[in-house]
């Protein structure tokens, strides 16, 4: 068993308040749940910085090719939405042989 994890760290674009943020970040976050139900999504991270996000995405998978599969594919998806710009992206991948 392989458990993948993706932290994408974005800055938007012409967002003034946390509500804004929240009206960007919700729909990202949506689309992703729908393109892909069998992961875990939420905003993880810079929670009370209007113009920045953190958004952590989780998946479980029998293979470790998968898991990267869908967390590139995820990666993507949130990575050409043009009102936002994707600083960074971080994998990692753990499985159950792990100590």
């Not at 009206?23 to 113009?51: K, M, N, W, Y």
């Not at 599969?69 to 990666?75: F, P």
Request: aromatic residues 4%.
């Amino acid at each position: 068993m392989y458990v993948g994890a993706l932290s994408l760290d974005i800055l938007l674009g012409d967002v003034h308040s946390l509500k804004q943020k929240r009206s960007v970040i919700r729909p990202l976050i949506a689309e992703v749940q729908r393109r892909f139900p069998g992961v875990a999504v939420a905003e993880t991270g810079h929670l009370d910085l209007h113009r920045r996000a953190e958004i952590g995405v989780a998946v479980v998978s029998a293979s470790a090719a998968n898991c990267d599969e869908v967390l590139d594919a995820c990666e993507r998806v949130v990575a050409y939405h043009p009102e936002i710009e994707l600083l960074s992206a971080r994998q990692r991948l753990f499985n159950d042989h792990e100590e």
